[in-house]
T-cell receptor
């Protein structure tokens, strides 16, 4: 079956530091890949997505590249802000799965001023 | 669009009571998902609907849980009787029936069973 593995948190950084959150996946076909963000007390929001190999998703300074050869979709940001403090989820859907999302366990990011 | 609307935002109930969680999906969306989030298990898909029809309820933990979608704009998740281990945040999400689409989440219902 499908699965998503994220780096364990929590991750604590200082403002303006570089962020990487690793994500790898297992799928039988060619999935679409997503990063969702959950701010405290809120639901999940789509941060970015990529739908085929070598696609780069980007939003709000965050980027992730769909790497089929390494089955990875690592999230990066060059300079984090305090407002980026949240839980980040990597997820996938696979064609034929009726758009059911498979999530990783989430990574808590705390950015200190 | 107001987004996915869930009610109530918080629910505290006593063990053994019936709990009903409500969800209004985004208009025009074909899929509706119910997820449960806990520290131990993360995000778990409980059940999802396509065009108001339940497609996969294999994630529903036991017979105490039931979900309905009587029309395209409303769904309920019911727990009867509730138990302390049901305490969690329950999310509803909806999405369109097209390739590479994403799901849109509500703000969740935080359920506490005491």
């Amino acid at each position: 079956g499908n699965s998503v593995t994220q780096m364990e948190g929590p991750v604590t950084l200082s403002e303006e530091a570089f962020l990487t959150i690793n994500c790898t996946y297992t799928a039988t076909g060619y999935p679409s890949l997503f990063w969702y963000v959950q701010y405290p007390g809120e639901g999940l929001q789509l941060l970015l997505k990529a739908t085929k190999a070598d696609d780069k998703g980007s939003n709000k300074g965050f980027e992730a590249t769909y790497r089929k050869e390494t089955t990875s979709f690592h999230l990066e940001k060059g300079s984090v802000q305090v407002s980026d403090s949240a839980v980040y989820f990597c997820a996938l859907t696979e064609p034929g799965s009726n758009y059911k999302l498979t999530f990783g366990k989430g990574t808590l990011l705390t950015v200190n001023p | 669009d107001a987004g996915v609307i869930q009610s109530p935002r918080h629910e505290v109930t006593e063990m053994g009571q019936e709990v009903t969680l409500r969800c209004k999906p985004i208009s025009g969306h074909d899929y509706l998902f119910w997820y449960r989030q806990t520290m131990m298990r993360g995000l778990e898909l409980l059940i999802y609907f396509n065009n108001n029809v339940p497609i996969d309820d294999s994630g529903m933990p036991e017979d105490r849980f039931s979900a309905k979608m009587p029309n395209a704009s409303f769904s309920t998740l019911k727990i009867q009787p509730s138990e302390p281990r049901d305490s969690a945040v329950y999310f509803c999400a909806s999405g369109r029936d097209r390739v590479n689409t994403e799901a849109f989440f509500g703000q969740g219902t935080r359920l506490t069973v005491v």
